[in-house]
Every structure is written in structure tokens, then in C-alpha cells.
């Protein structure tokens, strides 16, 4: 039996598989833990579960001499000093693909919420103005035949893409590192970003943060977007300046935004939160009942697996 910390109770029944065989320590609901807090609650436990705005500090790592494994509860890693995990033995885990048809999912919510402007038609319904079909009643954009620019071609940016053939979008991606199959598909590969963000009548982010994609989309790069084009983002808020979003939004030259994730989560930006053309969720990418199921028996799976002495079934690179 090993000692299991487990920062917050997850859905389905993976923990009880967990409780089973290890000792399971669950904290109670409560804000994000700083990397301080962390080491103190993971002390001398060999396995951690975490959600991803713990933040796993070298701090974790120098405290926590008995820990072998940090078995993050999302895809996205920025939340982890992976170099002080690797320097210090630690094997890191994510939850990859279980989630990426439910992000690519809630990515075209968005879009299409924006686009045909779903929540001030709800608002406009519950709030007794709904007077009538009219001509011109909340017009919003066609989207056949414009062109989705889709930043980042992991999992979940080419589920994505796969949507908009369906919707009759045309795409137009860019990648760091675009996978070899990419020829096989019907998108056209940008040259550069700067390429990318000059024909993108919707654009949609699916790169992880880092420090090269932190603040990607700046008030230059904003700039370059056609008038009245649209972005999505599911990704992480700190690859868009916020501030500089506002701006473009402010200025009219955006047709809208919907977004996921905020460069303050859960802080949003004031100017943001009155206007009728942003969507706004609360991180919802991976919020479905099966999804964050299939994300609790991963992140356990691969615990039971390291304390096991066996190979990690998703460690991160
Ligand atoms: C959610 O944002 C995740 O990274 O899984
Ligand atoms: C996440 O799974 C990604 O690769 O986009």
C-alpha cells in the first residue's frame, strides 16, 4: 500500500479502484494549490493526482523525496516544472486522447454560438423581447465556404478540423511541428503564422502553452486577421494577450470571440464580460460525464501502473 495524494475528489468510480489498493488521500474542495501548499499536502505520498491549476513547482519535487509519479488531470502540462520532475525522477502523466473529441466538440459550440450568436438569442427569449420573427433579427455569419485558420495540429486541433469539412469550412492550419500525415488530409498548410492569421475568417487555438506560445496572439498578430473575423479558444487564456483582445473587440475590427480560458483564470477581463459578440464558459473543453470519467481511470491507471513498477500508459515527453 502506498500513500496516494489526490487534490480533488473526480468523477466516476477510478478513485475507488485507487481506494482499493492504496491508502487515497483526498483533499476537499478548495482554490488551486500553490507549489507550497502542494508539497505540504502531497508530503511524503509516492503518487499525486492533480488538476490543472496546482501548481507542481520544483518546490514539489525538492519537498516530496518519496514521490515516483504526478499523474496530471488534464492534456495540458504548462501547470508542472517538467524539468524538475525529469531532474528529480519524478515521471509525469497526462490525460491525452480521452478528451480531445469532447474539446473539439465544445470548440464548435463556441463557434457556432458566436457565429450565429446563440446566448443573446437565449438572453433576448428569457428577458420577454422576443417579439416575433423578424428579417433582420440578430443576423450573425454564414460559415460555408469561409476559411477556418486552426493554430496547432495535435489531437485535438485536427478534430477540429475534421468538423469543419462537415460544416463546409475551408482549413487552413499552422503547426511548429506539423505531423507527417498532414498531406493526407484535405487542409491546406499555411506557410506561417502570419499567413494563417491574414485569411482566417474564424480562428481557433490548439497549441499547448509554453514559453514560445505565451501571448502568441499579441496586437500585432491581432492585427493581421481579416475585419470582422472571429476566434475561438480552448486552448490556454495565456497564449492571448487579453488586454490587446479587448482592444481589437472594442475597435470593431473583430466579428466576436468565444472562449474557454482566460489569462487570469478564473479572472476575467472587465472589458470582456459586457459584450454581446464573446461567448464566455468556464473551461468546459473536457466537461462532459464520459470524458472526465475516461480522464479519472487514466490518471489512476497510470498510478497503479508506476507504483506497480510498471511503464506509464501516457508519460509526458
Ligand atoms: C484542460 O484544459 C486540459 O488540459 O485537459
Ligand atoms: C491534445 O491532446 C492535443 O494533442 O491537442
Not at 110 to 122: F, I, K, Q, T
Not at 155 to 167: N, Q
Not at 248 to 257: D, I, P, Q, V
Amino acid at each position: 500500500m502506498s500513500d496516494v495524494a489526490v487534490t480533488a475528489s473526480l468523477p466516476g468510480a477510478a478513485l475507488d479502484r485507487l481506494a482499493a489498493v492504496h491508502d487515497v488521500r483526498v483533499r476537499p474542495p478548495g482554490p488551486p494549490l500553490s507549489g507550497a501548499e502542494l508539497a505540504a499536502f502531497v508530503g511524503g505520498a509516492e503518487a499525486c493526482i492533480c488538476l490543472l491549476a496546482d501548481r507542481v513547482s520544483a518546490e514539489v519535487f525538492a519537498s516530496c523525496p518519496r514521490l515516483r509519479v504526478v499523474a496530471n488531470y488534464a492534456v495540458g502540462t504548462n501547470n508542472i516544472d517538467l524539468a524538475a520532475a525529469r531532474a528529480a525522477g519524478v515521471v509525469v502523466t497526462n490525460t491525452p486522447d480521452v478528451l480531445t473529441e469532447a474539446t473539439a466538440d465544445l470548440t464548435w459550440s463556441l463557434l457556432l454560438a458566436v457565429a450565429r450568436r446563440v446566448v443573446e438569442g437565449d438572453r433576448l427569449v428569457r428577458e420577454g423581447r422576443f417579439t416575433g420573427w423578424r428579417p433582420d433579427l440578430l443576423l450573425g455569419t454564414g460559415l460555408q465556404g469561409k476559411t477556418l485558420g486552426v493554430v496547432g495540429l495535435g489531437r485535438i486541433g485536427r478534430a477540429v478540423a475534421r468538423r469543419a469539412v462537415a460544416f463546409g469550412m475551408r482549413v487552413l492550419a499552422w503547426s511548429r511541428r506539423p505531423p507527417a500525415d498532414v498531406l493526407d488530409t484535405p487542409w491546406e498548410m499555411a506557410g506561417s503564422l502570419d499567413e494563417l492569421l491574414s485569411r482566417a475568417d474564424v480562428l481557433t487555438l490548439h497549441c499547448p502553452l509554453t514559453p514560445d506560445t505565451r501571448g502568441l496572439l499579441d496586437a500585432r498578430r491581432l492585427g493581421l486577421l481579416p475585419a470582422g473575423a472571429m476566434l475561438v479558444n480552448t486552448s490556454r487564456g495565456e497564449v492571448v494577450d487579453e488586454a490587446a483582445l479587448v482592444a481589437a473587440l472594442e475597435a470593431g475590427r473583430l466579428g466576436g470571440a468565444g472562449l474557454d480560458v482566460y489569462e487570469r483564470e478564473p479572472a476575467v477581463h472587465p472589458g470582456l464580460l459586457g459584450r454581446d459578440d464573446v461567448v464566455l464558459l468556464p473551461h468546459l473543453g473536457s466537461a462532459t460525464r464520459e470524458t472526465r470519467a475516461a480522464m479519472a481511470d487514466l490518471a489512476v491507471d497510470n498510478v497503479l501502473n508506476i507504483l506497480a513498477g510498471h511503464p506509464p500508459l501516457t508519460p509526458v515527453a
